[in-house]
């Protein structure tokens, strides 16, 4: 089935420390910085025709008021809420009274890492995981997203 038309908003929601990406054991995450990240999101959105986003913050709290504006705001979101994916029952809260779909983001495979990361307070409220190709997660996500929303 062709896919329709409509207008179509995406939030997108970086977690703690995602801010240092590029500076940060850069073995792990890589060398691209968060603004690169940004930047292809933005080039995708505007070839997809979609209105992007994004928002980061190191606090629980911003983060938490960031999806209740926003779940009113955008049509979905993609969150990569970093540490706070394995400790925080408020942004699983936050999420789930917005009732937004959202694809959860990371950029590396939380699986293949320490055992504290693989539980996560999102995944069973997401429409989908990307998690394990660096930057490439925020761009697989965001395509992966918009044909969620205009199939729905
Ligand atoms: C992360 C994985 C988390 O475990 C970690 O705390 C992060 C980034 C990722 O994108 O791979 O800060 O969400």
């Known amino acids: 089935m062709a896919e329709k038309s409509q207008a179509v908003s995406v939030g997108v929601l970086h977690g703690p420390n995602l801010n240092l990406l590029g500076?940060?054991?850069?073995?792990?995450?890589?060398?691209e910085d968060l603004e690169a990240i940004d930047q292809r999101l933005i080039e995708l959105a505007r070839e997809l025709q979609v209105e992007l986003?994004?928002?980061?913050?190191?606090?629980?709290?911003?983060?938490?008021?960031?999806?209740q504006a926003a779940s009113a705001e955008f049509s979905g979101l993609l969150v990569n809420a970093a540490a706070y994916t394995h400790t925080s029952i408020a942004i699983r809260d936050a999420l789930k009274a917005g009732g937004i779909p959202?694809?959860?983001?990371?950029?590396?495979?939380?699986?293949?890492?320490?055992?504290?990361?693989?539980?996560?307070?999102?995944?069973?409220?997401?429409?989908?995981?990307?998690?394990?190709?660096?930057?490439?997660?925020y761009v697989l996500a965001l395509r992966a997203l918009v044909g969620y929303l205009r199939r729905r």
Not at 109 to 125: G, V, W
């Open 23 to 31: 500076r940060r054991e850069p073995d792990i995450y890589g060398a």
């Open 53 to 67: 986003v994004s928002f980061q913050s190191n606090v629980e709290g911003e983060l938490v008021d960031w999806i």
């Open 102 to 137: 959202f694809v959860e983001v990371h950029l590396t495979n939380i699986q293949a890492r320490e055992t504290f990361r693989h539980h996560s307070y999102l995944s069973d409220l997401a429409v989908g995981l990307v998690t394990g190709f660096g930057g490439d997660s």
